[in-house]
């Protein structure tokens, strides 16, 4: 085992600076000289000094040999990977390298229905042809979690000729699977699976929290380090977990998606993140599950308010949950969660990751102060006394839409000639865009799906009550892409 207390990145980048160099390469701002006052007062230097790029022992991202290949290797040894590599353009570019890596041209693909927009993007670059894995939807808190094994295995079974299966897990809510059953039967079948994990970087550390894809052997795995540990955003790590998987085609991959010019303050930042981790993570995350578990027993207290935990867990949508994911289901206060987010921010000061119609959630991570989390209750119990004896006038979602019908595969629709028309008018139209309400992220129409009344209908609902649907170009989202017809 290496010492997991050095940081080998973070050191070059340190002893670099120290020795002061007559700078004359890139970044243009020259170690801040050029940078303008304001922002360099509110910044401070030591940002600038550490925005480099790959001069002499530094490394270089897509060609380590020196620091870089050792920051890795530690990250690999901490995470239990066999190798791992630090990712500057977020998960996005690992998803999507991932599935490039593993699948050929007009290949069939076993893919999770609810997955990130990242994913979709990948089969319309690689032209490849989907066979989606439905999730189930959890009835109480109104949103989709993951498939079922009845699902997972009917898919695998009926398509043989798929040979790579992509799954999201966790969901954003931090809603975890059997990921052993779906590594395990994959890997029975003689199919490689992947796993987005952005919302899991922790797992690995803390017994209390459901299990890391890595550790049940997928054999690769993406993390935001930035979106539950002490990464800077867009900072992520690829863990490959097999041999399965061709590890210099994976590197080569990245090096095409991936910038040529990597942010060697992101590196630093997840070189240093792996070390807490690693020597520290299971007492700072014991602080937050401790934490985020105080809250929650007191938000269930409130009126109008409750906040799910680990006993809703081994159930058909529900396998595990990440506890320090503080969801809050708000709709008995007759407010929608859109409203209870503006609310809180309005009125309180309050910022939270996300709402959607029936739920608020807040992040409880290693860095979030005790007086963020009393401050968020107090405004919950205030808005409770607030709403006491109000009725809801809230209507009913309606069902998240059934997959529509594929006449095209997404990157046919996508790279089709297209026209706009109004949302109401694009039923029976076969969809140019890839619709997807924000939250929950659910897409409900892929390129190359026939819109249906239930889509639009949906839609419309989403958007009329607050949801941002991404994807669609016309910023009102009332209207739509759709191939053109002949």
Not at 19 to 44: D, T, V
Not at 208 to 218: C, E, M, Q, T
Not at 360 to 376: N, Y
Not at 443 to 466: A, Q
Request: charged content about 25%; overall charge negative.
């Amino acid at each position: 085992m290496r010492d997991q207390s050095r940081t080998p990145f973070f050191d070059a980048v340190q002893s670099y600076i120290g020795k002061h160099r007559a700078g004359l390469h890139m970044p243009g701002h020259m170690s801040g000289q050029g940078i303008h006052p304001r922002l360099k007062e509110f910044w401070g230097e030591n940002v600038f000094l550490s925005d480099l790029t790959e001069v002499e022992g530094l490394d270089y991202l897509h060609r380590p040999i020196g620091v870089v290949k050792e920051a890795q290797e530690l990250a690999a040894e901490a995470y239990g990977a066999i190798e791992s590599f630090f990712l500057v353009n977020g998960s996005t570019v690992g998803n999507q390298a991932m599935i490039l890596s593993t699948c050929d041209p007009n290949d069939r693909v076993i893919v999770q229905r609810n997955s990130h927009r990242s994913m979709y993007g990948a089969l319309i670059l690689n032209e490849l042809r989907p066979i989606y894995l439905e999730a189930e939807e959890d009835r109480l808190l109104q949103f989709q979690t993951f498939p079922s094994k009845k699902t997972f295995a009917r898919v695998l079974r009926d398509h043989p000729e798929a040979k790579t299966v992509f799954v999201t897990n966790p969901n954003y809510f931090g809603i975890s699977s059997d990921i052993d059953y779906y590594v395990q039967k994959a890997h029975a079948t003689g199919r490689r699976i992947l796993v987005d994990e952005a919302h899991g970087s922790h797992f690995h550390f803390h017994p209390d929290l459901p299990k890391s894809a890595v550790d049940a052997g997928a054999d690769m795995v993406v993390q935001s380090t930035h979106k539950t540990l002490s990464g800077l955003t867009q900072t992520s790590m690829l863990h490959l977990g097999s041999r399965r998987v061709d590890k210099e085609l994976v590197r080569a991959t990245l090096t095409m998606l991936e910038s040529s010019s990597p942010s060697y303050i992101l590196m630093t930042a997840l070189d240093v993140a792996r070390m807490q981790m690693a020597t520290n993570g299971h007492d700072l995350l014991q602080r937050a599950i401790d934490l985020a578990e105080d809250a929650r027993r007191r938000i269930n207290n409130i009126e109008g308010l409750f906040a799910p935990g680990r006993e809703r867990a081994h159930t058909e949508a529900v396998y595990d949950v990440d506890l320090t994911k503080l969801t809050v289901h708000v709709s008995r206060l007759g407010l929608t969660g859109f409203q209870v987010e503006e609310i809180l921010n309005r009125d309180y000061n309050v910022e939270i990751e996300l709402s959607d119609l029936e739920n608020i959630l807040a992040f409880i991570t290693i860095g979030t102060p005790r007086e963020a989390v009393e401050i968020l209750i107090k405004a919950l119990e205030d808005i409770s006394r607030k709403r006491h004896g109000k009725t809801s006038t809230i209507a009913p979602p309606p069902p998240i839409p059934n997959i529509p019908e594929m006449v095209l595969f997404p990157f046919e629709a996508y790279y089709a000639k297209r026209e706009r028309v109004r949302m109401e008018d694009s039923v029976g139209r076969i969809i140019a865009e890839l619709v997807t309400p924000y939250p929950p992220g659910i897409p409900i129409t892929v390129p190359g799906e026939v819109m249906t009344h239930e889509c639009v209908d949906y839609m419309v609902f989403m958007r009329d009550h607050g949801a941002d649907l991404q994807g669609i170009i016309d910023k009102t989202a009332r209207y739509v892409q759709v191939v053109k017809e002949r």
